[in-house]
């Protein structure tokens, strides 16, 4: 059974940096692209990039390009997400997710975490 | 301000088809699959339709998805009350996805 596990919460400073994390298992972790979407309060979902564990290839949204960093650590299945500066506009629940079909870069997203929300309040 | 359109809202009675359309362009829909989410309040979001009418194994065949040039819509056939919830469309769109405004089924 394909798995996404991320912790439930974190609470941040603005300005603070902030690594969550997604464990991933019940698949090879090494040939799923697999990434984020955000949903911040009340408001819909927006696709923030995916990483190919095997070489870390990344797709970013322009949206998102520049203000976060995708990684993964495949000893581990574990992929990251990391502000080195956070926002309050980053105050939002953060979905892992794997993309359905193996090495295919366009695939759509299949399995969903239960979600990170990340709170950044001064 | 969402790529794909879609309307807030739909609402229909137990029985009744409501249809949910998601407008896009020739750089997203227009040249890409189109796929379907619900989301309940609370939860994660779970896949509906991939690759513009394939039903993944589980969802109910009251649940079908079609494509016409740039734009595409999600039918639900038969609407119960635990449809409620918040469906999305999201398609590729030159190297990464977007989804839809998102639109909240009511069942009256």
């Known amino acids: 059974e394909v798995q996404l596990l991320q912790p439930g919460a974190e609470v941040k400073k603005p300005g603070e940096s902030l690594m969550i994390s997604c464990e991933a298992s019940g698949y090879n972790f090494s040939t799923h692209w697999i990434g984020w979407v955000r949903q911040m309060p009340g408001r819909g979902l927006e696709w923030m990039g995916i990483?190919?564990?095997?070489?870390?290839?990344?797709r970013y949204s322009p949206s998102f390009q520049g203000h976060v960093t995708l990684s993964v650590d495949e000893s581990t299945n574990t992929a990251f997400l990391h502000w080195s500066s956070l926002r309050t506009s980053d105050t939002a629940m953060y979905y892992c997710?794997?993309?359905?079909?193996?090495?295919?870069?366009?695939?759509?997203?299949?399995?969903w975490g239960r979600g990170t929300l990340v709170t950044v309040s001064s | 301000q969402s790529v794909l359109t879609q309307p807030p809202s739909v609402s229909g009675t137990p029985g009744q088809k409501v249809t949910i359309s998601c407008a896009g362009s020739s750089s997203n829909i227009g040249s890409n699959y189109v796929h379907w989410y619900r989301q309940v309040p609370g939860a994660a979001p779970t896949v509906l339709i991939n690759w513009n009418n394939q039903r993944p194994s589980g969802v109910p065949d009251r649940f079908s998805g079609s494509k016409s040039g740039t734009s595409a819509s999600l039918t639900i056939s038969g609407l119960r009350s635990e449809d409620e919830a918040d469906y999305y469309c999201?398609?590729?769109?030159?190297?990464?996805?977007?989804f839809g405004s998102g639109t909240t089924v009511a069942v009256l």
């Open positions: 997710v794997r993309s359905s079909v193996s090495t295919m870069t366009n695939s759509p997203p299949d399995y």
């Open positions: 990483i190919y564990p095997a070489d870390s290839d990344m």
């Open positions: 999201a398609a590729w769109q030159e190297g990464f996805y977007v």
